[in-house]
């Protein structure tokens, strides 16, 4: 099967989805084999530390149609994808994650509307199964408040379910940054781009990847990268607290020589010290955001590195096989 022969890619990162793999294998599959063109799967195993690696090499023996990247080790949900777009050679590109909560069975509408121009097709959830209100809840807030903060405009309740056409997935390519929040980069690429609403179903089997560490960190991700408003923040508060400390001269000034109270004043002093000591550590923090990822970004360090690609016909193993530098 030769590279423009492929139509359809599909990525699939895993971690630890031994309970739920086999089964995301056989709907995928499935649905696959219904659109009657050349297509490939693969699965980005992201350092698991279960069974899902050698599940997903059973998968690959089967099934020639099977790509299987093993990542040295957990590099995260954002640099799994990430490899797995550097490997795909489709047309076209869906990104869907193992749990299933992400229907397959869409996979044929968003060819569909791909194939009538778009070169964005993403899914916009209106209902989330099997979720936590307060899951719920924080995923909203995020969207709305990036969206605030953000001088790009993503699209609220989505997530990386998408199919990108291949212009875009070289578009990626060439944004070297390693804290990523594709949603947000895909909207920053910009290109035709279609929301299709679905509903949300509950994982099929193990527990969520995104716990509420791992949520805020995205979050703090998504609003640094795209956006500079927390940096505005920071002038305007050195700007309230240049105007409060000359008033707290004045006030100082005038109590001294024009009365004999000189102890007056020791509240609005100690507030004062307290308030500028609160906002030197939010703007230290802030800014400690911004320099942390130039720091990282100037290492130049790889994205993600691969321990072992499985594709039919080659096998190509980690002193073997380049890294990428995405």
Known sequence: M??????????????NEEDGVMECHERLTKVLKTLHEPYEILYGDDGSKDRTAEL???????????????????????????AGLSESRGSAVVIIDADLQDPPELIPEMIAIWRSGYQVVYGVRYS??????????????????????????????????RL???????????????HRLLRGMASWIGFSQFGLRYSRDKRFAGETKYPLAKMLSLAVDG?????????????????????????????????????????????????????MSGVQMLCLGILGEYIGRIYTESKQRPLFLLREVLRAGTTKRVEEYSTRDR
């Open 164 to 178: 990108i056409d291949r212009c875009v997935v070289e578009a990626f390519q060439r944004m070297p940054e390693r």
């Open 2 to 15: 030769t590279n423009e022969a492929i139509v359809l890619s599909v990525v699939v990162p895993c971690y």
């Open 223 to 275: 609003i640094v990268s795209f956006s500079t408003v927390p940096l505005r923040f920071v002038t305007f508060l050195g700007f309230c607290s240049a105007v409060i400390a000359f008033s707290g001269i004045v006030y100082s000034i005038i109590v001294r020589l024009f009365t004999h109270s000189w102890v007056r004043g020791w509240a609005m002093s100690f507030i004062g010290m307290l308030f």
């Open 56 to 82: 997903l090499r059973s998968i690959h023996e089967s099934d020639p149609n099977v790509v299987v990247l093993r990542l040295s080790r957990n590099f995260g949900h954002q640099p799994a994808v990430s």
């Open 128 to 161: 989330r199964s099997g979720e936590s209100g307060f899951k719920v809840w924080s995923a909203k807030l995020f969207y709305r408040v990036i969206n605030q903060l953000s001088d790009v405009e993503i699209p609220l309740d989505t997530g990386d379910f």
